[in-house]
């Protein structure tokens, strides 16, 4: 099944390590303002995302795949990955390019991921949890 993953608006949780902190909302309202989503604010989210991983060092399932039960996260890759329970980092890639493609001004791309600010928060953690906390990928359900 694969570690638990809890994606709060204050905090992120893996497992049953320390939370993560900040949470998707506030990283949205600190990274986004004025409820847009833009190419420097991913930049500036994917710091903050990266830094709360760096420091709370090993986290707990490394190598497996993290296991999310929340439909809002799953509806990110409803039009990239359609009815897929698994999604592997290709994949979530995908969908984390097609919102900086957004954040860039393709319209095409904003129809292939939700691009409002709590989604795209989701989306940063999720890609930088698989990265840097070195997961195999997402089961969603």
């Known amino acids: 099944m694969g570690t638990p993953l809890r994606l709060e608006p204050r905090a992120t949780r893996v497992g049953d390590a320390p939370a993560l902190t900040p949470g998707y909302a506030v990283l949205a309202a ?5 409820g847009r989503v ?10 903050h ?7 709370a060092g090993p986290l707990p399932g490394a190598g497996g795949p993290l296991a999310l039960q929340d439909m809002a996260v799953a509806s990110l890759f409803d039009a990239i990955a359609p009815g897929q329970a698994t999604l592997d980092l290709d994949t979530v890639e995908r969908a984390f390019s097609a919102l900086a493609d957004h ?4 319209a ?5 991921v939700p691009t409002d600010i709590a989604s795209a928060a989701r989306l940063v953690w999720l890609r930088e949890l698989l990265h840097h906390g070195r997961y195999s990928g997402l089961s969603l359900g």
């Open 30 to 34: 600190h990274n986004f303002p004025g």
């Open 38 to 47: 833009t190419a420097l604010g991913i930049e500036r989210a994917i710091e």
């Open 49 to 55: 995302v990266e830094e709360a991983i760096m420091a």
């Open 103 to 106: 954040a860039q001004g393709s």
């Open 108 to 112: 095409v791309a904003g129809r292939q």
